[in-house]
């Protein structure tokens, strides 16, 4: 009887798993906006993955190197003073849309998402809600965001924070999915 009922539990683990629709993104596009002062600085990169589950579950992941700069000394700057992204070469995010059904995902339409996680920037894990919207678009799917971060949560540190760097930094994401 036992074994019977590890079995069923086994089971209905599996279709409920498998009831869930993945969506990926492998060129998700992140950017960043930073008003200081002496000076602004944008960047931008597109070498995002992302997952986006039909049960809300969302993981995003991006090599900081990628983010590419118009000025080429402060792309320098960024990954070796700032970001230090030899020894924190990656960020991530990874979090559930809490309003999850809200969203239909078989119906074209934008709908807006709130969603909660956890961010993970220079090897600093913080919790973090965000709004966005989701829009689906015939079989894609497209996810929109913009939050502020605070640079000294993630030990971000610097001569030029609040100078030439903003102390908080505008991050935008838009994400498509098949």
Known sequence: ???IMIMLVFVSSFFSVDAQKIYSAK???????SSAPLQ???????EVESKLASNGQIAFTLLIKGFQFDNQKM??????DYMESSKYPKAGFKG??????EIDF???GTYPAKVKGELTIHGVTK????DGSIQVKGPKIIARS????AVKDYNIGGALIGKKIASTIAITVDCEYE
């Not at 919790?127 to 965000?130: E, G, L, M, N, P």
């Not at 913009?146 to 971060?149: A, I, L, Q, S, Y």
């Open 96 to 101: 559930n849309i809490t309003n999850i059904s």
């Open 146 to 149: 913009k939050f502020d971060v």
């Open 1 to 3: 009887m036992k074994s």
């Open 127 to 130: 919790d973090i809600t965000a």
């Open 27 to 33: 060129s998700g596009n992140i950017s960043f906006f």
């Open 106 to 108: 078989s119906k074209d």
């Open 40 to 46: 602004d600085i944008e960047a931008k990169t597109s």
């Open 75 to 80: 792309e320098d700057d960024f990954n070796e």
